[in-house]
């Protein structure tokens, strides 16, 4: 399955029956996780918190086809992208395992991932640069297979979008 989590609204379809979904963030009442862990302790794998965040990181753990859209905002992901992926925590368990010398989180049935990460705005060199850090280490938490970064105006989001799911 194909996921576009997109930070705007995309004036976008698709016609490859029902395997994209499409979700607007903008739209959405995602609050900040307040670092209970109650979703490591109390209802493992479920958030504690009752909003639309819930109805979102199944789509992210069963996907393995993932594009983040996202403006950049001080060299990291803009306040609902981030938001949300912090959101995501359940689909990470407590237990910890060693990758590569680092420790990491184990997974909950989460699909090894295909992520494309596509960045939009008035980005500088340094952001870039930063951004490309951060993604690096985020990859090896959020199971991603291989990836790749894109750096773009907002004018060719739909474009990008739509040329990077064919």
């Not at 705007?8 to 903008?26: C, W």
Request: neutral net charge; hydrophobic residues 40%; contains cysteine.
């Amino acid at each position: 399955m194909n996921l576009v989590l997109s930070d705007k609204y995309l004036h976008l379809t698709f016609n490859d029956e029902g395997n994209t979904k499409l979700i607007d963030l903008s739209s959405l009442k995602i609050s900040n996780c307040v670092g209970c862990y109650g979703c490591w302790t109390k209802t493992p794998g479920k958030c504690v918190i009752r909003d639309d965040a819930v109805k979102v990181y199944p789509y992210i753990a069963k996907s393995d086809r993932v594009l983040y859209v996202s403006r950049i905002c001080y060299g990291s992901y803009d306040t609902i992208m981030k938001t949300m992926l912090e959101r995501a925590i359940p689909i990470q368990q407590a237990f910890i395992r060693l990758l590569n010398g680092e420790t990491h989180h184990i997974q909950r049935d989460v699909a090894l991932k295909n992520a494309i990460i596509i960045a939009y705005g008035e980005i500088g060199e340094d952001e870039k640069n930063i951004f490309i850090k951060l993604i690096e280490r985020n990859a090896k938490n959020m199971n991603f297979k291989k990836y790749k970064v894109l750096f773009i105006a907002e004018d060719e989001l739909e474009e990008t979008i739509k040329r990077e799911l064919d």
